[in-house]
């Protein structure tokens, strides 16, 4: 049996030393610890593929003796209301149903014969149920299960609740967890250069004029505000500019809502309201006059990408995300190429020319299948 240990020294002023399945036994203790773990973990037939991806990829799977001392490795030592974080065993037949996740979705998308593609995974994948804050004194004590954590010095983790499990992964599981495994391998790529968005798409939307996050007209803004006196929509009391340039607005101008990394739509960041307006392109501002000078009330929050290079780059990925969240029929509803309204129209095609290009240059260019992933949602 091939044995692997790894030597830590870590001062731990908060350190659950409960294993998994004793998640209510969370200790307070400061000291030193050495840290092993037997692998492979087993003789079943899972355990050798689990062997195979360890000499194939250098990528050790662990599903068993996993506890808080493992999850809880840091440089810093923790303070006391830091979480700290407990899991459960799962089950033999849990695990084969991770594995198979882990076979399809992450090694997959990767090629074990290209050593920048093996230095994107863990040292250790952790297969856990339940993994989450234990520790009483936290904020976050209790409050959400952690499907995927990434942020281990040595490991990642891998988590379905024991419900989750006993019903059966539902779509939106294992399309977030496809897309957690795959994207950031291509985002890498791309962003390293060993992945080249093509010229055509580059020169498809204007990245450098200012964008409007939505057309807000003053028929629309009678329509909610009855009570309300023309000025109050002429005047900028309470409709900002970049929502009343019907030219500008970002979807007429051929840029799709914002997907974030999450697979979700973005409509809110932070306080700010965008409606899916790329934040990484600047938008229209209002001049605000005052007696000490004039300033910009740019509601943005950015960070907006400096050059046209990078906005070309954000928005290419913007629709890698976009083509792996939702089906083709989805894009063609959702931007409609006989939209009444000629700007609508002009920008819809361009969106339905972009959601055309990437996916077919992502398949002959680099063989990555993305409407596969959108696949999972649709029930195909």
Known sequence: M?????????????????????????????????????????????????????KDWGMYIIYKDVDSTHLNKMWTSPIYYDPIYVCKTP????????????????????????????KQLPFYLYLVNDLNDGNPRSQTYGKKHIQFKKDGLDYWSLSFTGEELEAGLTSEIIHNVACSFSYPGLKVRFSSGEYEIPDEFAVMSDYESRIGIRYYSLEQFKIDNPWAPDSYYTEDVMVHPNEKDPENAFQRRGFAPEIGEDFKPVTVVGWSKTYGAPTWMPWIVKIIETPYGSFEDDRNPGPVAETVKERVLLDFMNMVRLAMTYPETQIREDFPLDAEDPLEQAGNQIINDKYDLVVKYMKDTYNVDLPKYADILDGE
């Open 2 to 54: 091939l044995k692997t240990q790894i030597y830590w020294i870590l001062l731990l002023s908060l350190l659950g030393l409960a294993s998994c399945g004793d998640d209510d036994n969370i200790g307070f203790v400061e000291k030193f610890d050495l840290q092993q773990f037997d692998f492979p973990q087993g003789d079943n037939p899972w355990d050798k593929e689990i062997e195979q991806i360890a």
């Open 91 to 118: 089950s033999d037949e849990d695990v084969q149903v991770y594995l198979e996740l882990v076979k399809t979705w992450l090694l997959g998308s990767l090629d074990k014969n290209k050593d920048s593609d093996r």
